[in-house]
Every structure is written in structure tokens, then in C-alpha cells.
């Protein structure tokens, strides 16, 4: 048998998957990162994206995950993820019309935060943040919006 990675994604609910694989890739802050058997030690923010599960050289799941953070070791793979969900739980319309709102409340916020104290600036980045993710889940549907 083929040597395999141990991978493991977690989010803060439950384990989500946990098993043998031959690759599976990762949307790192600094680009998209392919973890195979004997990768050298690393630990990486995630950012909003895809992670790509393979079993020979076919993509066997998809998985959205919102951002985290990946271990990575000779043997094992860990993703400790803020969100994670299957690609087909995305519902484009609802993606759609979380950008809509995100893009309008974003002005709103903007408007405060100029204004306003820590409270105001931490509402600011956390609708960024939302917005962000939103855009990633839309990408990973296959679509981009003009918002």
C-alpha cells in the first residue's frame, strides 16, 4: 500500500474528518500549500477557501472552511478550522445576498469607525472579515459578483 497522510479537520464543533489520505491541499495566507507524506514541519494560517482531499490523483472531498490554522508534520496533517462545511451546504443566493448586505453595511460602518471608539473599529473588521469569507464562498461556488 502506498504511504499515506494522516489528515484531520476539526472545527470547534466536532471533528469533521479524520482519516488516511494521498494529498490534500490547503488555502495557506500565503497561497495554496499541498501536503503529501514525509512534508516537512510547518504551521500556517488558513485563510478563507477550499481544501482539496485527494485519494490517488482525483479530488475525493471539497471542504469551505472560513480561515484556522494547519499543523503540518512528516506523518499528519491537523486544520483547525473557524467554520468548515461541504461544498454543496453553499447556497449561492444566500453567498449573494450576504455580499449585498456586507457591501452596504460596510459603508455604514466605515462612517462610524471614523467617528467612533474600539467598539466601532472592531465591528468594522469583524464585517470585513464577513465580507471576505462571503466573496471566498462565491469563488468556491465557481462565480464572482461585481459587489
Known sequence: MAEKVQFELVSPE???????????????TEGYF????????LISS?????????EGDKIAERIFVAGGFAE???LRCTVL???????????RVAVEADITRLGAELAHLHEAADKGGDA????????ERAL???HAKLEALGGQTAH
Do not use: N, Q
Not at 14 to 28: F, K, T, W, Y
Not at 120 to 127: G, Q
Open 14 to 28: 466536532r471533528i469533521l474528518l479524520s482519516e488516511a489520505v494521498d494529498m490534500v491541499v490547503i488555502p495557506g
Open 34 to 41: 499541498g501536503v503529501l507524506p514525509g512534508h516537512a514541519p
Open 46 to 54: 488558513v485563510r478563507p477557501g477550499v481544501i482539496d482531499v485527494y
Open 72 to 74: 503540518v508534520t512528516e
Open 81 to 91: 478550522a473557524d467554520e468548515a462545511m461541504d461544498i454543496s451546504a453553499l447556497d
Open 120 to 127: 466601532e473599529k472592531l465591528k468594522l473588521a469583524a464585517s
Open 132 to 134: 471576505h469569507t462571503a
